[in-house]
């Protein structure tokens, strides 16, 4: 029987700080906090804490598995940074899975009973004001529309003739007054962002052996960071 691949999964690219470690198919552990701003203290500490509830050592892990954007970019900066770092330091391949897939196979999983077979999922990741990065995806959790930074308007990421459109994510609840007269799109405000959904596209990964280059591999920022100037 071959073994199971132990994957550890990082996801840092919103406000949501979330490890994971899953043995093939199976979660075997999660840790998440919503609070804003607790990467840079939570998640080496979230990465202990998964590892000793198991009982297994951090060099057992088969790969690292990492959320590469778009979205914050500290916290993207954070993520990405730690598993290149455990990477190097025990020899671990590294695995970098594009946000909005990891939140669609999330929210396909979890939700599977009770979308159509002809939904397109819609992840949608707060940027600045109106702005968001966006995708839209079928059912096999391939791109329709690819991802892309946009300011929102009706025609956002949508395609009526394809069918019923689920939008979901921490930019949400901005879509929600943009979409209200679009009776094809439901827009979803409760589902939440977790290492769950890097778990399938990682583990799929890991089978093709498709891998990063560690000394190089860098965030999916989409769009050059500006820094605000603190004013008075």
Not at 8 to 15: K, M, P
Not at 62 to 81: C, E, F, M, N
């Amino acid at each position: 029987m071959l073994k199971k691949p132990l994957l550890l999964l990082l996801e840092t690219a919103t406000g949501v700080c979330s490890v994971a470690l899953s043995e093939g198919e199976r979660l075997l552990t999660i840790r998440t906090s919503k609070e804003e701003r607790e990467h840079a203290s939570m998640l080496a500490v979230y990465i202990q804490e998964v590892m000793t509830e198991v009982g297994r050592q951090l060099s057992e892990i088969d790969a690292v598995v990492v959320s590469k954007g778009p979205g914050s970019y500290t916290g993207l900066r954070i993520g990405i940074a730690t598993a290149k770092g455990i990477c190097f330091t025990l020899n671990k391949p590294l695995i970098a899975i594009d946000t909005p897939l990891a939140m669609a196979s999330a929210y396909w999983h979890e939700r599977k009973n009770e979308l159509p077979a002809e939904a397109v999922l819609v992840p949608v990741i707060d940027a600045r004001r109106m702005e968001v990065y966006g995708a839209a995806l079928d059912m096999q959790l391939e791109y329709i529309e690819g991802i892309r930074a946009e300011v929102l308007t009706p025609d956002s990421f949508i395609r009526e003739k394809l069918g019923p459109h689920f939008v979901f994510g921490d930019a949400a609840a901005k879509c929600v007054e943009v979409f209200k007269s679009e009776s094809f799109v439901k827009v979803d405000t409760t589902y939440n962002l977790s290492a769950l959904g890097l778990l399938y596209p990682g583990l799929l990964a890991f089978s093709q052996q498709k891998f990063e280059d560690i000394a190089y591999f860098e965030p999916h920022y989409l769009k050059e960071f500006v820094a605000k100037v603190k004013q008075g």
